[in-house]
């Protein structure tokens, strides 16, 4: 998995910190790449939709967009680019749930299969 930057490191720690809890970030960064990767793993049971299955594990990628829009610009953008192609792998094994709340993130409301 690729790694960030140093600076990256220091503005992660800082927001843990204050907002999280130590390790956070790298914890749902490692996490969200297992879900891209097999989504099966975070959509577990049916569609991954709360009928099917009201414990689906995508609650990491929550993480990461919150750490991504409390990070200063220079560092929301190089966590960006380490999420993107997880989050593009993502897209690409899924659908959209067409009974999806428009009020959860976009990762929630998708479906595999």
């Known amino acids: 998995?690729?790694?960030?930057?140093?600076?990256?490191?220091?503005?992660?720690?800082r927001l843990e910190r204050d907002?999280?809890?130590p390790g956070a970030i790298a914890q749902a960064l490692q996490q969200w790449s297992r879900t891209a990767h097999r989504p099966s793993?975070?959509?577990?049971?049916?569609c991954g939709c709360t009928?099917?299955?009201?414990?689906?594990?995508?609650?990491e990628r929550g993480v990461l967009e919150a750490a991504m829009h409390a990070l200063a610009p220079q560092a929301a953008r190089?966590?960006?680019?380490?999420?993107?192609?997880?989050?593009?792998?993502?897209?690409?094994?899924?659908?959209?749930?067409?009974?999806?709340?428009?009020d959860d993130g976009w990762w929630v409301?998708?479906?595999?299969?």
Request: proline content about 10%.
């Open 1 to 13: 998995m690729p790694r960030g930057s140093g600076k990256l490191a220091g503005a992660i720690s």
């Open 19 to 21: 907002r999280f809890w």
């Open 41 to 46: 793993l975070g959509l577990s049971g049916g």
């Open 51 to 59: 009928f099917c299955s009201p414990y689906y594990l995508t609650d």
């Open 78 to 102: 190089e966590l960006r680019c380490l999420v993107k192609p997880l989050d593009d792998l993502y897209i690409a094994k899924t659908w959209p749930d067409p009974l999806a709340s428009p």
């Open 109 to 113: 409301g998708r479906c595999w299969g």
